[in-house]
């Protein structure tokens, strides 16, 4: 085992906002929406911000026992080690996981006293979030595959 190419310096919540709505319906199935905002910092190309807002929400045809929304911060810093082509989608994929998992223990706890069942955000990917990088043209002088 070794450590990741991308390390936690510290993370902290902004907004913490969870209603329990006493005529809701509990669900397994709790509608989410995120959103993602990131950045690096303007003296070190290695360190970054992510931020992750997490909104639980409902609808009419629903009515969620659950609504709200938790925001969380995080500052990170990327091994050298990683390509310049990759170090965004590295840092938003998996900055979003780490931060993602934080919020599932926020809302879990915090739901644990409401008046319905404890709510357990689902695991997510953050995959699609930043396209793969293109690959590189094809040379013209490569040896083409044997028929």
Known sequence: ????????????????????QLGGAPSKN?????????????DNPLRFQVTLIVQLLDSAEKHAGYHGSVEVMGYFTLSDAVPEKDRDRTVVVHGCTLLFGMVREMVCAVTARGPWPMLTLPTMSFHDLV??????????????AAS
């Open 1 to 20: 085992m070794k450590p990741s190419v991308l390390q936690l310096e510290r993370a902290f919540f902004r907004r913490v906002e969870v209603n329990a």
């Open 30 to 42: 709790q509608d989410i929406a995120t959103t993602v905002s990131s950045g690096r910092a303007a």
């Open 131 to 144: 396209p793969m990088p293109a690959p590189p043209p094809a040379s013209v002088n490569a040896p083409l």
